[in-house]
T-cell receptor, first 114, second 112 residues
Framework: KAGVTQTPRYLIKTRGQQVTLSCSPISGHRSVSWYQQTPGQGLQFLFE???????NKGNFPGRFSGRQFSNSRSEMNVSTLELGDSALYLC?????????????FGSGTQLSVL | KNQVEQSPQSLIILEGKNCTLQCNYTVSPFSNLRWYKQDTGRGPVSLTI?????NTKSNGRYTATLDADTKQSSLHITASQLSDSASYICVVSNTGGFKTIFGAGTRLFVKA
């Protein structure tokens, strides 16, 4: 079956702009979680959606937001971009992340803020 | 506090050699522990899952061990190959608070 699809693969924005990233999970998976990864750093958890509800949230400012649609597809939005937001953004789908189900990651969106 | 600590932070080995990566956790109550491999610029991929009753599990040249008493896990890579160069991430799940905690990862470099 198809894997996790993230679009776009690469994105270049300037400071102050906003951006929306998309994640299509594996069919049947209701949990979608988002992560930020900067060079040399571990995965930083942003938030997780389960059945259209935000169930968990990491320690990121309110400029980072997300949503999940009825078909489990998820979007992440970052407003008022800062240089420090340049990172690889990964989403992962699973049957249920917080019950320890395996996470299936997409290839990520590489965001560059100039 | 639920935490996952990995060591070493980075490691350089010669092709063909073995290596062992460590993961210590304080997550409780324990549900399971997974090791993921992340190639540069890609998303992590699951290698193994360890549950409370399991001590050892292998996936090809990768062998994971778990000591639930000391709350330690290791990932042993045998006869390393250049393609093993990646970050290895330990992820522990907690049944009580329904949380999944990520370690910071170990960056492995395999040199020819």
């Amino acid at each position: 079956k198809a894997g996790v699809t993230q679009t776009p693969r690469y994105l270049i924005k300037t400071r102050g702009q906003q951006v929306t990233l998309s994640c299509s999970p594996i069919s049947g998976h209701r949990s979608v979680s988002w992560y930020q990864q900067t060079p040399g750093q571990g995965l930083q958890f942003l938030f997780e959606y389960f059945s259209e509800t935000q169930r968990n949230k990491g320690n990121f400012p309110g400029r980072f937001s997300g949503r999940q649609f009825s078909n489990s597809r998820s979007e992440m939005n970052v407003s008022t971009l800062e240089l420090g937001d340049s990172a690889l953004y990964l989403c992962a789908s699973s049957l249920d992340r917080d019950r320890g189900e395996k996470l299936f990651f997409g290839s990520g969106t590489q965001l560059s803020v100039l | 506090k639920n935490q996952v600590e990995q060591s070493p932070q980075s490691l350089i080995i010669l092709e063909g050699k073995n290596c062992t990566l460590q993961c210590n956790y304080t997550v409780s109550p324990f549900s399971n522990l997974r090791w993921y491999k992340q190639d540069t610029g890609r998303g992590p991929v699951s290698l193994t899952i360890m549950t409370f009753s399991e001590n050892t599990k292998s996936n090809g040249r990768y062998t994971a061990t778990l000591d639930a008493d000391t709350k330690q896990s290791s990932l042993h890579i045998t006869a390393s190959q250049l393609s093993d160069s990646a970050s290895y991430i330990c992820v522990v799940s907690n049944t009580g608070g329904f949380k999944t905690i990520f370690g910071a990862g170990t960056r492995l470099f395999v040199k020819a």
